[in-house]
């Protein structure tokens, strides 16, 4: 988690104090997830800063922990296969909800195969403050009513959320999908989507979440 926090940080993925990261534990390491701090600048992360947060909710150790916890515990409870959350406000991503989203339930056309290979549909959220509890319930609401397994959602103004196996994967999929924002803004939203028949050999050949 510090590695991943100061890697995005360096390249400017994150800035200032935006942004958390949390990784669930196993029954092994105790249960529960750390997540970061609140108010903390993921550039400048120690490892005893990060708060533990058991099985309950109960924070057990560490700095007091972000605001986004309850955000964080539900999209675990939602997604099985998420063992990390990454929550950033990266700067095209925000963008793009300033001057207007493809659609609602898809942010961004497939217009690249790595992003409907890696990324998949990502539904916009709609504007809350930061620490909203009502965004934890929009996203777990998301996830359950994605007709194919959602890996990311865009919180209108403020930023992506992502969960994957672990920090590097969903490292990588945030940098795919602010990758693909980007080139879409540089492109003056012009290019056209890939194809269906384009779509379903990325799915048949590498099982694409899209």
Request: hydrophobic residues 45%.
């Amino acid at each position: 988690m510090v590695r991943v926090g100061a890697s995005l940080f360096q390249r400017g993925y994150v800035h200032s104090t935006a942004g958390n990261i949390s990784v669930r534990l196993d029954e092994e390491q105790g249960g529960g997830f750390l997540i970061t701090p609140t108010d903390a600048c993921l550039g400048f992360l120690e490892p005893a800063q990060l708060a533990w947060i058991d099985a309950a909710g109960v924070q057990r150790s560490g700095t007091r922990a972000s605001k986004t916890l309850e955000l964080h515990r539900r999209i675990y409870g939602a997604a099985p296969g998420a063992n990390c959350v990454l929550h950033t406000h990266a700067t095209h991503l925000v963008a793009l909800t300033l001057q207007g989203v493809w659609r609602s339930d898809d942010i961004l056309p497939p217009i690249t195969p790595y992003q409907v290979m890696k990324v998949g549909h990502v539904p916009l959220i709609a504007y809350r403050r930061p620490g909203d509890p009502e965004v934890a319930d929009a996203v777990a609401a998301a996830i359950e009513a994605a007709q194919r397994p959602l890996r990311a959602v865009m919180i209108e103004r403020l930023g992506p959320i992502v969960w994957h196996e672990s920090p590097a994967t969903a490292m990588a999929l945030l940098e795919e999908l602010e990758e693909t924002a980007r080139l879409w803004l540089l492109c003056a939203r012009a290019p056209a989507p890939l194809g269906d028949a384009q779509i379903a050999e990325l799915r048949t050949k590498f099982n694409a979440p899209w």
